[in-house]
């Protein structure tokens, strides 16, 4: 049985999501973040070093990072939502995997931490939203040439996509005039392994 250390409003909420999707049995130890600061509670650093979530036991293994966890759970699961046999699809799949923590999370984390600076914060992102638009931009072009990350049908890169997309959704610019991008996340929100996760996990809010 898969324990996972869930903390509200979070990169967790994907790995909810994937289990759910390979039909993994788990359970949940719930965490709730400070309501003033919305850090994590120290509890969290009994069961890692680093005090995030998402971490996961299995089969006396700790496991922490979002990315290392998809590809541990794929790997488990005999490669169900990995990479596709298609060498180039396979290709955008690994770097979509990491794309989604690596280049697009980090400016939309900065905008999130800017935008709580009095005065210098609001002069800082203004350079910070063109940065945002890059990216988006990247997404939309990619996802108008297929309907997944990775190519016609959707894999664990799509899991790591989500949480960055709904919080550029929610704070940083995204919307319907990105048709393909809007189009994606209205789609995964849809389906029944991601719903089914949203009521594990509890009430999400992507801002």
């Not at 967790?12 to 949940?28: H, M």
């Not at 999370?105 to 999130?112: D, R, V």
């Amino acid at each position: 049985m898969i324990t996972v250390h869930h903390l509200n409003n979070s990169r967790s909420q994907r790995v909810l999501w994937l289990l759910e999707e390979l039909g993994f049995p788990y359970t949940v130890k719930r965490y709730e973040r400070d309501a003033r600061t919305m850090l994590a509670p120290p509890e969290l650093r009994a069961v890692h070093p680093l005090g995030k979530s998402p971490v996961i036991e299995d089969e006396g293994r700790i496991l922490a990072e979002s990315g290392a966890i998809v590809e541990y759970l794929v790997d488990k699961a005999g490669g169900q939502l990995g990479a596709p046999r298609d060498e180039q699809d396979a290709l955008r799949y690994r770097m979509f995997l990491h794309y989604a923590e690596g280049s697009l999370m980090p400016p939309l984390l900065l905008k999130l931490v800017l935008s709580r600076v009095p005065i210098m914060g609001k002069i800082a992102l203004k350079r910070i939203q063109p940065m945002i638009d890059v990216h988006l931009d990247f997404v939309e072009r990619e996802l108008a040439s297929r309907p997944w990350f990775a190519g016609p049908a959707m894999t664990a890169a799509d899991v790591m996509m989500s949480f960055p997309i709904e919080a550029a959704r929610a704070r940083a610019g995204l919307d319907q005039t990105r048709p393909h991008t809007i189009a994606w996340l209205d789609k995964i929100q849809a389906l029944p392994a991601y719903r089914r996760a949203i009521e594990v996990g509890g009430p999400y809010a992507y801002d």
